[in-house]
C-alpha cells in the first residue's frame, strides 16, 4: 500500500517519462525511486570522465557505473534510461577528431551505434552475441550509412567463446581498426554479462580473458574512458571491474580476497578469479576466420583517417572551478560562491609575504637548521639593545651612588678636624 507522498512522487515520475521517455518504460525499464539521480551519477560521471581526458588532467578515467549502451535519444531499453555513453563520446568530440568506441558486453551496443551510424568522426565497434538475442542487432552487414559507411564494425559471436578464441579475434580487429582509423580517444564498454556464469549471458571468458581486452588497448597509450555496463553475476561483476581497474593502473593484485563486509558472497572459494565452465565453444575456428576476413575487407574500404574543419571549441560540460584572480577585472562584482571559494581556513597555513608576523607560524622554523625569519632576529636585537641601556643605567646610578657616599665622609672628616 502507498501513502499520499509516495505516489504524488510516483506520478510525478510517470509524468516525466511519458513526456521525455515515451517507449519502453514499464518493460524492462521501470519506473523506481531515486532514478533520476541514478541517471545523474551514471551521465553526468561519464561527461566528467570525458572532460578530464580532455583537459589532459589524466590517461585513463573510470565509471563503472557507465556504459549505459541501449538506450536511445527517445528511448528507454535494456535497463538503460539515459545513454552516458554518447553523451561521453560527443564531449570528447570537441576536443578530438576520431573517437573510438568498443563494446566487450555480450549485448550489442546499439544505441551507440545508432547515435553514430552516419557520421565519420566515431568509429564503433562491438563483439557480441548474435542470433534470437536481446536485442537483435549487429549483423555482420551492418556497416554505417552515408558518410558512417564501413565505420560501424560488428563480430557477432555464437554460444560459448572462451579466452584463447576472443583473443584469436580480439587483437587482430583492433590492430587493423587502430591502423586504418588513427583514433585519438578511445572509449572501451566493459559489460561483464560476457563472464562465464553470467545469469543472462552464454559466453564462457574468465576475468583474465575479459581484462586482456583491457590491457590489449591500454598498450595503444591513447586517451581512454573505461565504462561499466551488464553484469548479472553481480559477485562476479565486482570481480571483473577490480581486477580491471588494477589493469588500467598497471598493478597486481592477489587472487586471494581481504575480509570485507561482503565476505560470503564469494564463497565457497573466496577469490579474486573464476573458471570457465565445461559449455560447448560454438564458434568454429573456420567461422572466427570468415568473419575475420569480411571486416579486413571492409575496413580496407576506409578511405583514409578523417579530419575536421578547424572551430572554436565549445564549452565543457563540466565547467572548470579553479579561477584567476590576478586577470579578474576589480570593479566586476562576484558571486557569493566565487567569494566563498576564496576564503581560507585559518589553520591552514600559507606562504605569504607577512609569514611570522602576527602569531602566525612559519613551517620552514621547525624544520632542523632551518632560519629564522628576519623579524624575529629584529626583535632580539633590539630586546638585547633595551637590555644593555639598562645594565648602563644602573651602573651609572651605582657610581654616583659612590660618591655621593665618598663626599658625605670628607665632609664630615673636615667637620670634626
Known amino acids: 500500500m502507498m501513502f499520499g507522498d509516495q505516489l504524488d512522487v510516483l506520478e510525478k515520475s510517470l509524468w516525466f517519462f511519458c513526456c521525455f521517455l515515451p517507449v519502453n518504460v514499464g518493460e524492462d525499464c521501470p ?25 589532459q ?21 535494456g535497463f538503460c534510461y539515459v545513454n552516458d555513453i554518447v553523451l561521453a563520446i560527443l564531449e570528447l568530440l570537441k576536443y578530438h577528431q576520431r573517437v573510438l568506441y568498443i563494446d566487450i558486453d555480450i549485448h550489442h551496443g546499439d544505441g551507440v551505434e545508432e547515435a553514430f551510424y552516419t557520421t ?24 554505417g550509412a552515408g ?19 576472443y583473443e584469436q579475434i580480439f587483437k587482430p580487429v583492433m590492430a587493423k581498426v587502430m591502423e586504418m582509423y588513427q583514433p585519438s580517444a578511445v572509449v572501451l564498454q566493459c559489460g561483464a554479462d560476457s563472464l562465464s556464469g553470467d545469469r543472462l549471458g552464454c559466453f564462457n571468458l574468465t576475468i583474465r580473458g575479459h581484462a586482456k581486452c583491457v590491457e590489449y588497448i591500454r598498450s595503444f597509450n591513447l586517451p581512454l574512458l573505461m565504462l561499466g555496463g551488464g553484469g548479472y553475476t553481480i559477485r562476479n561483476v565486482a570481480r571483473c571491474w577490480t581486477y580491471e581497474t588494477a589493469v588500467a593502473l598497471d598493478t597486481d593484485i592477489p587472487d586471494e580476497l581481504p575480509y570485507n563486509d561482503y565476505f560470503e558472497y564469494f564463497g565457497p572459494d573466496f577469490k579474486l578469479h573464476i573458471s570457465p565452465s565445461n559449455m560447448t565453444n560454438q564458434n568454429t575456428q573456420e567461422y572466427t576466420d570468415k568473419i575475420k576476413q569480411r571486416l579486413f575487407e ?120
Open 31 to 55: 519506473v523506481f525511486d531515486g532514478l533520476f539521480e541514478f541517471c545523474q551519477l551514471s551521465a553526468g560521471g561519464s561527461a566528467a570522465g570525458s572532460v578530464k581526458l580532455n583537459r
Open 57 to 77: 588532467q589524466t590517461d585513463i578515467a573510470v565509471n563503472w557505473a557507465g556504459g549505459l549502451h541501449h538506450a536511445k535519444k527517445s528511448e528507454a531499453s
Open 120 to 143: 565519420d568522426r566515431v568509429m564503433t565497434v562491438s563483439f557480441h552475441k548474435y542470433g534470437e538475442y536481446f536485442p537483435g542487432t549487429g549483423d555482420l552487414r551492418d556497416i
Open 147 to 165: 558518410k558512417g559507411k564501413y565505420y560501424a564494425v560488428n563480430f557477432p559471436l555464437r554460444d560459448g567463446i572462451d579466452d584463447e578464441s
Open 298 to 417: 571492409n575496413l580496407r574500404m576506409l578511405p583514409h583517417a578523417p579530419g575536421v574543419q578547424m572551430q572554436a571549441i565549445p564549452e565543457d560540460a563540466v565547467p572548470d572551478d579553479t579561477v584567476d584572480e590576478d586577470a579578474e577585472d576589480p570593479d566586476k562584482r562576484i558571486s557569493i560562491r566565487a567569494a566563498d571559494k576564496r576564503i581560507a581556513c585559518e589553520e591552514e597555513f600559507s606562504d605569504s609575504e607577512d609569514e611570522g608576523q602576527g602569531g602566525r607560524r612559519n613551517t620552514a622554523n621547525h624544520k632542523k637548521g632551518a632560519k629564522r625569519p628576519k623579524v624575529d632576529e629584529d626583535k632580539k636585537e633590539s630586546e638585547e639593545k633595551k637590555v644593555d641601556v639598562k645594565e648602563e643605567d644602573k651602573t651609572k646610578e651605582s657610581s654616583s651612588e659612590k660618591a655621593e657616599s665618598k663626599s658625605t665622609v670628607k665632609t664630615e672628616q673636615t667637620s670634626s678636624a
